[in-house]
């Protein structure tokens, strides 16, 4: 394991209004916006409950459906011009969403970053979108499962697989950066579909069941209580997600987060909810992780503590971690072009060994 620290830099200027609920239990893991800005396709129910009805006409080039028939929405940026005209680009980019998040709140700097040399996918999970297959719950695994069937059809290389019509395909080989809870999906992948990873990128994540190393009891309890306003759900994702020192420089709640859109479906939330305070964990089966993986992590983390980067650096074989100085949960929101840099150049770093 590679062990290296860094220091920070100034937020840009952010705009307002992921204000909302940075929704309900952003608690232990990541965070979640307000405002709804979703995108205008119309996807029509069988049934008269949107949370549990299957599509019947979707926009493929906005949705993915699972083995299971529930649609998936997705991005894909690419202007990776670089990438087309000379090669450099590499395999696509798969981001996996952290707790309560929708995609249109991933730090745009960040990705657009990225874009210029690769092709990034953005997807969500299971539910948010308002509509679930109520026989399949959202669960790590199933994350795993389902982020299986976003690479296969939105990164495939023959028809077959992109349509999902062939059960053993062993799909393309992808880098995927998995945020905090998405991390956790990232780690079951990367296990489960060992074939199809080119490079793992954990941010602020852990490894789940008892070797997980849980955030102090203030925190759980403060994520716990139920609050009235706006503001106050604003100023609790602050104190959990971003460093004092950072509030401090940046009095403004309304200029701490920038990116919005599609709010989060307030019942998938729960299920994640759930689904990561249960998890079983990984930590046994870390060793089985051959992909170059790199771990990023703040040294003021209080919902991940960074403890847990180490622990997962030191049982996946050929794992580089940073820890960011004077960073906290939220670092991604704090310095996301810093972040797409140092991902940048992780990818694009020769293996120290013939393979992955």
């Known amino acids: 394991m590679r062990s290296t620290s860094t220091n920070t830099s100034t937020h840009t200027p952010i705009t307002l209004l992921i204000i909302c609920i940075l929704i309900t239990l952003i608690a232990l893991i990541g965070v979640s916006g307000c405002v709804d800005s979703r995108n205008d396709t119309t996807i029509e129910t069988a049934g008269p409950d949107d949370t549990t009805a299957y599509p019947q006409t979707i926009n493929e080039s906005t949705y993915i ?9 997705y991005v894909i940026h690419d202007g990776g011009t670089r990438a087309a005209t000379n090669g450099q680009g590499g395999p696509p ?20 970053h990225l874009a210029t040399s ?10 948010v979108s308002g509509i679930k297959n109520p026989d399949v719950p959202f669960t790590i695994r199933q994350g795993a499962i389902d982020l299986h069937d976003v690479i296969l059809q939105l990164a495939g290389e023959n028809e077959e697989c992109r349509a999902g019509t062939v059960d053993n395909c062993t799909g393309p080989l992808v880098d995927i950066v998995g945020y905090s809870m998405g991390g956790m999906i990232a780690l079951e992948y990367g296990i ?6 080119n490079r793992l990128i954990l941010l602020n994540t852990d490894c789940g069941g008892a070797e997980r190393i849980p955030a102090e009891e203030w925190v759980m ?8 306003t706006p503001e106050e759900n604003l100023e609790r994702a602050g104190s959990v997600l971003l460093t004092e020192s ?3 420089t940046h009095p403004d709640p309304l200029t701490w987060f920038v990116d919005y859109g599609e709010v989060a479906d307030p019942v998938a939330v729960q299920e994640q909810f759930k689904a990561f305070r249960s ?20 040294e003021q983390d209080i919902v991940i503590p960074p403890e847990n980067a180490v622990k997962i650096a030191d049982q996946i074989p050929n794992a580089t971690l940073i820890i960011r100085k004077g960073q906290a949960h939220g670092m991604i929101f704090v310095e996301p072009v810093e972040i797409a840099t140092i991902i940048e150049d992780f990818l694009e770093e020769q293996p120290l060994y013939q393979g992955n």
């Open 221 to 228: 309890e403060w994520m716990s209580q139920t609050l009235k």
């Open 279 to 298: 998890w079983e964990g990984v930590y046994e089966e870390l060793p089985r992780i051959r992909s170059r993986t790199l771990l990023i992590t703040g």
């Open 192 to 197: 489960m579909y060992p074939e199809t990873v």
């Open 65 to 73: 459906m699972t083995q299971d028939g529930v649609p998936l929405r």
């Open 246 to 248: 950072f509030r401090t």
């Open 93 to 112: 980019i798969v981001f996996v969403l952290g707790y309560g998040m929708t995609l249109d709140e991933w730090p745009g700097l960040m990705i657009s």
């Open 118 to 127: 690769h092709t990034v996918i953005l997807y969500n999970h299971r539910g």
